[in-house]
C-alpha cells in the first residue's frame, strides 16, 4: 500500500458532469502533485503544490481545477471534459522547500474514463 | 533532442538473469536520478534515489549514475517473474520551491519463469 491514498479508484462521468478526484497523503510534506498518464506513456505533470500555495500550472485546460485545502488534502475538480480526457490521474508529494532533492512519492491513481 | 532518452523495449529475459537499464539526459541542471517501477494499473513506486555519481545499491537493485556522460542505469540481478513491471527512470530539479520530475518513456520488463 502507498503512503498517498486517491479517491476513487476508478471514475466513469459523461461530459458534462462535475466530479472531483481526491489526494491524500500524512507524510508531512509539503509539495503536491498533479500528473496524467496515458496508457503505455509516462507521467505528465499537470499541477504542484507548494506549501499549499500553487506554484506550477503546465498549461492545463481550465476543465481542471485544481484546489489544496491544507497541507494533506489535494482536489482535482472535473467539469465539462472531453473523451481525450480519460486516463489515468496521480497524485504525488514530496517533502519541499528546505528539504532539497527529496523524491517524490505517487498513489496508485484515479483511472477516468470519460463518455 | 529529448530531456531524457529512455529506451521503451519490452525487452524479456528469462528468471535468474541480470538485466540492465538505461537512460540517458541532455539537461545538466538535473541534481538528482530516480528509478521507479510500475506494475500495471498502479502508480510509480519509487525503487531507487540518488544525486551523486556513482553506484548505489540495494538488495538486488544497482543504480548507477555517470554525470559526466549524462547516463543512468538501473541493474537488476537475480531477476524473478516479480520484477516484470514497467522501469521508469526520472531525472529531478528543483524549481519555484518544488521538485520537478522529467520521465522518460519507460522500458517494459517481463521476467519468464
Known amino acids: 500500500d502507498t503512503e498517498v491514498t486517491q479517491t476513487p479508484k476508478h471514475l466513469v462521468m459523461g461530459m458534462t458532469n462535475k466530479k472531483s478526484l481526491k489526494c491524500e497523503q500524512h507524510m508531512g510534506h509539503r509539495a503536491m502533485y498533479w500528473y496524467k498518464q496515458k496508457a503505455k506513456k509516462p507521467p505528465e505533470l499537470m499541477f504542484v503544490?507548494?506549501?499549499?500555495?500553487?506554484?506550477i500550472n503546465e498549461s492545463v485546460p481550465s476543465r481542471f481545477s485544481p484546489e489544496c485545502p491544507n497541507s494533506s488534502l489535494l482536489n482535482l475538480h472535473l467539469h465539462a471534459l472531453q473523451p481525450e480526457d480519460s486516463a489515468l490521474y496521480l497524485c504525488?508529494?514530496?517533502?519541499?522547500?528546505?528539504?532539497?532533492?527529496?523524491?517524490?512519492?505517487f498513489g496508485d491513481g484515479t483511472r477516468l474514463s470519460i463518455l | 533532442q529529448k530531456e531524457v532518452e529512455q529506451d521503451p523495449g519490452p525487452l524479456s529475459v528469462p528468471e535468474g538473469a541480470i538485466v540492465s537499464l538505461n537512460c540517458t539526459y541532455s539537461n545538466s541542471a538535473f541534481q538528482y536520478f530516480m528509478w521507479y517501477r510500475q506494475y500495471s494499473r498502479k502508480g510509480p513506486e519509487l525503487l531507487m534515489y540518488t544525486y551523486s555519481s556513482g553506484n548505489k545499491e540495494d538488495g538486488r537493485f544497482t543504480a548507477q549514475v555517470d554525470k559526466s556522460s549524462k547516463y543512468i542505469s538501473l541493474f537488476i540481478r537475480d531477476s524473478q517473474p516479480s520484477d516484470s513491471a514497467t522501469y521508469l527512470c526520472a531525472m529531478g530539479l528543483t524549481q519555484g520551491g518544488s521538485e520537478k520530475l522529467v520521465f522518460g518513456k519507460g522500458t517494459k520488463l517481463t521476467v519468464n519463469p
Open positions: 504525488a508529494s514530496s517533502q519541499g522547500w528546505g528539504a532539497r532533492n527529496q523524491p517524490q512519492h
Open positions: 503544490y507548494s506549501y499549499e500555495k500553487l506554484s
